[in-house]
Every structure is written in structure tokens, then in C-alpha cells.
């Protein structure tokens, strides 16, 4: 059981780049979520998939697509990267929403570096 | 909208003493609360959650936090600290996002033990 699993660990892109972070879990949970973490601000919400065909904004939309390809895997694509999207991206996923208040569990997250 | 504040961006403690890291939130309606830990270079991992019932809420590694809805606030605290408890923490509110459990961080307090 590996729980939330978020490949690369590390990437360095140009301006203008693209690329996609992937993330898979499983535990079976239908919610799965993008943050960023910026020094000194915490983590904040990117996007959000409630269950699987569903995905919304978060907090910090622009600049990411995502996409949930089934009920395990929810990618986080950048189309043109910018420096600003330099920061540290976490995957978590939490189970079905409407029941008792369950916790989300994290990923080791992928560190991004854009030049 | 929903949002949390942690005053200190870094408690320092003797190893053996008691700690209490802050933390004081907003919310309309009833309040879902949890503390979450993260160390160097990993993801974040669930210490406790307060959903409703006792106001003392216990968790992992020793942790505890007390709700009191009168000052908006829950604590996170420990009898007696360890070395191994550095490490950034972030006090977070849920907030209900389009059927999903979206959450909202603080900004992370850093707490040093020192030996």
C-alpha cells in the first residue's frame, strides 16, 4: 500500500515549457486535490477532482489544467510555465465526501523550478 | 469565508517542557478543524482533527488540541516535548467546496525543541 504516490520529484523547466505532474493513489478515494506551497504562505488549492469525471477550481486556478483519468490518477498540467509557478506541488486525496470529516493524505510532493 | 490564523511563525521549546503551537480560525457555521505536520522535505501528515463532541481532541505522537468556540480557537499542545516533534505545523479549517472537503491552511509554524 503506497498511498499517494506524485512522480517527478524534481524538475527544472524554462519559461514557456510544459509539462505534467502525475499523481496516483490507492486507497480507493474518490476526492483528489493540487496544492501549491509557497514559502511563508502555506499550501493552497489549485484544483480538486469531488470524484472521478469531476474536477474544479481551487484558490489558484490560472495557469494549470488538470485532469482526473480515472479514479486512481489526477494530473496537474502547466501549458506555458512561468517563474511564479516555481514552488513545491502536493497531491492528496481524501474518501468520499458527505461522510464523517475524513483527513486527506499527501503525497511526498514534486519540487518545480521554473527560469 | 473561511480562514485560520497562526500567530507565531516559530515557537521555540526545551526538550521536556510543554508546548502549545496557536491558532485561531474563522468560519461560518460549525467549525472542522485539523492540525497537520510536515518534516523537512517530506509531504504533510495528519496529527488530529476536531469535528464536534469533546473539546480536547487526542492524536498522534502525543499530540493534543482544545477547541473553545468562544475564542475561536484550537491550541495544539503537548505534555512534554521531544527533539523529533521539530518540524513546520499547520493548523487548517475545512471548508465545503462543490461537494468536496477543500481545505484552507495556515501560514505553518515552525516549532524548535532544542536538546
Known amino acids: 500500500n503506497a498511498g499517494v504516490t506524485q512522480t517527478p520529484k524534481f524538475q527544472v523547466l524554462k519559461t514557456g515549457q510544459s509539462m505534467t505532474l502525475q499523481c496516483a493513489q490507492d486507497m480507493n478515494h474518490n476526492s483528489m486535490y493540487w496544492y501549491r506551497q509557497d514559502p511563508g504562505m502555506g499550501l493552497r488549492l489549485i484544483y480538486y477532482?469531488?470524484?472521478?469525471?469531476?474536477?474544479d477550481k481551487g484558490e489558484v486556478p490560472n495557469g494549470y489544467n488538470v485532469s482526473r483519468l480515472n479514479k486512481r490518477e489526477f494530473s496537474l498540467r502547466l501549458e506555458s510555465a512561468a517563474p511564479s509557478q516555481t514552488s513545491v506541488y502536493f497531491c492528496?486525496?481524501?474518501?468520499?465526501?458527505?461522510?464523517?470529516?475524513?483527513?486527506?493524505?499527501f503525497g511526498p510532493g514534486t519540487r518545480l523550478t521554473v527560469l | 469565508a473561511q480562514s485560520v490564523a497562526q500567530p507565531e511563525d516559530q515557537v521555540n521549546v526545551a526538550e521536556g517542557n510543554p508546548l502549545t503551537v496557536k491558532c485561531t480560525y474563522s468560519?461560518?457555521?460549525?467549525?472542522?478543524l485539523f492540525w497537520y505536520v510536515q518534516y523537512p522535505n517530506r509531504g504533510l501528515q495528519f496529527l488530529l482533527k476536531y469535528i464536534t463532541g469533546d473539546n480536547l481532541v487526542k492524536g498522534s505522537y502525543g499530540f493534543e488540541a482544545e477547541f473553545n468556540k468562544s475564542q475561536t480557537s484550537f491550541h495544539l499542545k503537548k505534555p512534554s516535548a521531544l527533539v523529533s516533534d521539530s518540524a513546520l505545523y499547520f493548523c487548517v479549517v475545512r471548508e465545503r467546496r462543490g461537494g468536496a472537503d477543500g481545505l484552507t491552511f495556515g501560514k505553518g509554524t515552525h516549532l524548535i525543541i532544542q536538546p
Open positions: 492528496a486525496s481524501s474518501l468520499v465526501p458527505g461522510q464523517s470529516m475524513s483527513e486527506q493524505f
Open positions: 477532482s469531488a470524484s472521478e469525471g469531476t474536477t
Open positions: 468560519v461560518s457555521g460549525n467549525p472542522y
